[in-house]
């Protein structure tokens, strides 16, 4: 069982002494190759500095687009570098565009506050489906289509989803990046893949799969809802309308809200379709928590520069279109109740007088760890969450963990050291514990049943 942030609180704090605030130079969770790394990766991808909100929002759009691109860059010098992982075996990739479905609001029960409408007109959403061609069938010809920048056997053809076998593994991948940032081909979630296959040695019936990046469009020119409502949408697309019967959801810190919210909610409206086709929803280091304001958050702002505390404040502000947060610079950030001290400079207010807030389902989709459905005890997918100690968004993971074992979901939970994400992939021993248990659960299936 997961410790609450209540009970870690109460571990951690009197009121004569505030709980420790680490440095940049010395954190008890993180190795000195983990800190030379936030360095490094926060040197190319600036985050760290000045995120001011704007009132207007053409310079909070001009300011992501400022950061956008030396992600964009790096990421795919890693991915182009890295992934000939595609080299071993012929890859094809398909690019779909998925349409926004704004009926399913209706249809699943999810009311909008009043004078309020979403991101218009919906704008197409790109999924890259990648498989290996051994999957295309005798019908469909892909010589003479030309490999891609990340190695794939680019193919046009908008039906393909209709002529790939139902039963084949499917995952649907939600990339990170604050709702801001970010890519469909990051290379998190190939990375993920790669190292499943590796740890299978022969041990499933067949290594096929689809895997379906989702490009879904970014905020601020995108805000909330427009973003969940999309992940709902590809991910019932797959599950109902085409059909496929073992399907998982893939999300990396932004993205394991969205892997989070379109599990849950396709599991509210439909459970039985979703017992029987959707097997796990895995959510690693996933940003969960608008109001900023949690003790993880406190403990290592000082030493976070890949995701500084600034950067994750502003994205919930110009993602869910809260207020500016004024921030009283006099006050001494050491004094105060623990409440106050956790509050001060975060979302909290905003996040509590926003309009979402008020309203029971859609504020879920924004705090994913409100309002959960109830489980049966065979009725769930597995729940794949991971953590790091020296993340501010560690508490984020723990509350979900924690509140999805209180509904009777099936719950695996991998705590790591270190940084966001980065600490999870120099743990060489959990991260391949993570890849081992997802892989079985993906391609070792019998009949739906895990083995």
């Known amino acids: 069982m997961a410790v609450t942030e209540e009970e870690k609180l109460k571990q951690s704090f009197d009121d004569n002494k505030p709980p420790k605030v680490f440095s940049t130079f010395w954190h008890p969770h993180k190795t000195f190759t983990d800190i030379f790394l936030d360095y490094i990766v926060s040197y190319l991808i600036p985050l760290k500095g000045s995120h001011e909100n704007s009132d207007d929002v053409m310079i909070n759009i001009q300011h992501a687009e400022k950061l956008r691109e030396p992600l964009q860059r790096l990421s795919m010098q890693e991915v182009t570098g890295k992934h000939g992982p595609y080299r071993k075996f012929d ?16 249809q699943w029960g999810i009311e909008l506050p009043p004078e309020t409408s979403l991101p218009s007109p919906a704008k197409e959403i790109p999924v890259h489906v990648t498989f290996p061609a051994t999957l ?41 990046g ?63 309308n085409a059909g496929f019967e073992n399907v998982h959801l893939l999300g990396v810190s932004a993205g394991g809200s969205h892997s989070l919210v379109a599990g849950l909610e396709l599991y509210r409206a439909l459970p039985r379709k979703s017992a029987t086709s959707l097997k796990s929803v895995v959510a690693l280091c996933p940003f969960l928590n608008p109001a900023c304001d949690s003790l993880s958050y406190y403990q290592n702002a000082a030493s976070s520069h890949l995701t500084p505390a600034s950067f994750l404040k502003w994205s919930y502000q110009v993602y869910l279109e809260l207020p500016k947060v004024e921030e009283d610079k006099n006050k001494d950030n050491q004094n105060g109740s623990l409440k106050e001290l956790l509050e001060r400079g975060s979302n909290h207010r905003a996040w509590k007088s926003s309009k979402w807030y008020s309203g029971k389902a859609i504020r879920r989709w924004a705090e994913p760890v409100y309002d959960l459905p ?20 560690k508490d984020d993971g723990v509350a979900m963990v924690d509140a999805l074992q209180r509904v009777g979901a099936k719950v695996s939970y991998h705590p790591h050291m270190g940084s966001h994400y980065t600490g999870t992939v120099l743990d060489q021993d959990g991260y391949t514990k993570v890849c081992d248990e997802w892989a079985k659960v993906v391609f070792c299936s019998d009949n739906g049943k895990h083995l």
Do not use: W
């Open 91 to 106: 890859i094809v990739e398909v690019t779909l565009k998925m349409s926004r479905k704004d009926e399913l609001l209706d």
């Open 178 to 240: 604050g709702f801001t940032l970010g890519h469909a081909h990051q290379s998190e979630g190939i990375n993920l893949l790669l190292k499943m296959l590796e740890c299978l040695k022969g041990d499933a019936k067949n290594t096929n799969f689809i895997f379906a990046a989702v490009d879904y469009n970014l905020a601020p020119e995108n805000p909330f809802p427009a973003q969940p409502l999309e992940a709902c949408s590809v991910t019932n697309e797959f599950i109902t």
């Open 136 to 176: 295309l069938p005798k019908e469909v010809d892909a010589n003479g289509c030309k490999k891609n920048e990340i190695g794939c056997l680019n193919l046009k053809d908008d039906l393909i989803l209709e002529k790939l076998a139902k039963d084949t593994p499917v995952i649907v991948y939600f990339h990170g």
């Open 374 to 393: 109830k489980f049966p005890s065979d009725g769930s997918p597995l729940f794949l969450l991971t953590t790091n100690e020296g993340d501010l968004l």
